[in-house]
């Protein structure tokens, strides 16, 4: 099931959660969907106002936001999970939906037994139409782009605080998504969608759209396991 269910009572194994879904909360104006995020986030650009424009020490800030996570879906049963993708119009209208890719799936019968037992527990082995995979994938783009927003706030802060020149801000996560990729979503799987996280480093001395080829460092493999 995942790493941690060694630890666990078997009967815990073979528990299916929430089957995947969306949810779209408010209307056009709704902005901060993710309420504790973005109380976090004014949180740290307070803090960057208030105190680290006056320290004459370097300083860290560490800023964890949640998103884009999927929510937790209390409304499927006992054993849940996060499977909700909820995002508002304000965030949905900002996805081009015509350039979503839906993703091949393999038949059921011919997907490896671990892969159909990932599929199985995620409660993905029913029925999906093309148009409740683009959903899912809309709303998860939607979600990082609320995130991105987020990033946006820190980034003003430091450049309104004359900060910016002088600071390294990099943005990283322990994994990713797979967004109905091989008919499963979360992570708890080493393929690309869950296990690529986001390294993006900006500051002084780094050029502008540099890439460096594919890094796979043995710390992201654990929390994309679990
Ligand atoms: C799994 O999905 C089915 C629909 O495909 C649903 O009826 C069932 O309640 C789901 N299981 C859980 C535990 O949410
Ligand atoms: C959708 O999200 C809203 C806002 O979080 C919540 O109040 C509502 O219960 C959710 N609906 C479903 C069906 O999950």
């Known amino acids: 099931n995942r790493v941690e269910a060694w630890t666990r009572d078997v009967d815990f194994l073979l528990r299916q959660e929430g089957r995947p879904m969306v949810n ?4 056009r104006k709704h902005v901060r969907v993710m309420e504790a995020d973005w109380q976090n986030t004014d949180k740290a650009v307070n803090w960057i106002k208030e105190e680290a424009v006056n320290l004459i020490q370097p300083f ?4 964890g936001l949640n998103l884009p996570h999927p929510y937790p879906s209390p409304y499927a049963g006992e054993n849940f999970g996060s499977s909700t993708f909820l995002t508002s119009p304000y965030w949905l209208e900002k996805v081009t939906y015509e350039a979503i890719k839906i993703p091949k799936w ?3 019968s011919e997907m490896h037994p671990v892969d159909y037992y990932s599929s199985y527990t995620k409660n993905c082995t029913g029925e999906f139409t093309k148009q409740e995979v683009r959903n899912i994938r809309a709303f998860y ?4 782009a609320e995130t991105d927003a987020m990033l946006g706030e820190i ?3 430091l450049r309104d605080t004359g900060l910016l020149k002088e600071t390294i801000i990099i943005f990283t996560a322990d994994h990713g998504e797979l967004a109905m990729e091989h008919r499963q979503f979360y992570k708890m799987s080493m393929y690309e969608g869950s296990s690529h996280v986001p390294l993006l480093v900006m500051g002084p001395g780094v050029k502008e759209q540099q890439q460096v080829p594919n890094v796979v460092s043995l710390v992201d493999i654990y929390p994309t396991m679990l």
């Open 155 to 157: 980034i003003s802060a």
């Open 24 to 27: 779209l909360t408010g209307d």
């Open 60 to 63: 860290v800030l560490y800023l």
């Open 106 to 108: 393999s038949s059921l």
């Open 141 to 144: 783009y939607a979600m990082c």
